[in-house]
């Protein structure tokens, strides 16, 4: 019970708490020290990067394919789970804050011509980017929500996420869609359960946006990503999608 209470405190708090924290450089020793102490190729692991953090003696290393840690700067001991700093204003959960800029450089990455697209209608207010799964029925939920985000200011960009992997009926579901002449109307028919023949053309980008996904943090779907880089794990209707804009 008090664990359950803590966690409710902490949500409440780091919600709306902004820490701006200026990362130190990293010694490049300390770097190398990492690398050659964490890459681990028999278990699939390999530091993507290197960056500096709040709590002393204490390095962010980020897995390419896998989680951030926290590492000492020998390598020798760290520490898997979210960091919080204590201010004023209540706990800020750092950790989140640094996978939030990390989703938004990783998804600066893929063009939105790889994307599908529904465009808002009149001025764009915000962009979202969805991983999807047309078997999902959650994600066919949320597409009967897309017009009126649309009709609200709101783009919606898509990206796959197969949740059974590659080569399962979601998978070629939406290889289908990728691969149609026209894929907004040819997801629209899928998330409605039409029967559309599977389409699965080579060089289509399924694969690696699932993979993205991974990268990212996405355990399901419908997984929302604002500008911002927060995660909205599931389901929202326009009304509380934009509430959580702050567009209401």
């Known amino acids: 019970m008090i664990f359950k209470r803590l966690a409710t405190m902490l949500v409440g708090c780091f919600l709306g708490a902004t820490v701006v924290f200026a ?17 681990n190729p028999a278990v699939g692991l390999k530091v993507g ?12 290393v980020q ?3 896998g989680p951030m840690v926290y590492a000492t ?21 750092l950790a989140e804050q640094r996978r939030d800029s990390l989703r938004v450089e990783q998804l600066a990455s893929v063009s939105t011509d790889e994307m599908i697209v529904f465009a808002a209608e009149g001025e764009t207010r915000a962009h979202i980017t969805v991983f999807t799964d047309a078997t999902c029925f959650y994600c066919q939920k949320l597409h009967q929500e897309v017009p009126e985000l649309n009709k609200r200011g709101i783009e ?9 992997g590659v080569g ?17 109307d040819t997801l629209t028919r899928l998330k409605n359960r039409e029967q559309v023949a599977d389409d699965v053309c080579p060089g289509n980008p399924v694969n690696s946006q699932y993979e993205l996904g991974q990268v990212v943090g996405v355990r399901g779907t419908p997984a929302i990503i604002t500008e911002t880089g927060r995660m909205i794990p599931g389901y929202q209707s326009a009304d509380d999608l934009m509430v959580t804009l702050g567009l209401n």
């Open 73 to 93: 700067a020998d390598g020798g001991y760290f520490l898997v789970g979210d960091l919080f700093a204590v201010r004023g204003e209540g706990f800020v959960n």
């Open 63 to 65: 897995f390419e394919n």
């Open 49 to 60: 990067s290197v960056a500096a953090s709040e709590l002393p003696g204490m390095y962010e």
């Open 168 to 184: 399962s009926d979601g998978y070629r579901q939406l290889a289908t869609a990728w691969c149609a002449d026209d894929p907004q």
């Open 156 to 164: 919606v960009r898509y990206l796959a996420y197969p949740r059974a």
């Open 23 to 39: 990362a130190e450089a990293v010694d490049p020793a300390v770097e190398k020290a990492l690398r050659a102490k964490l890459d």
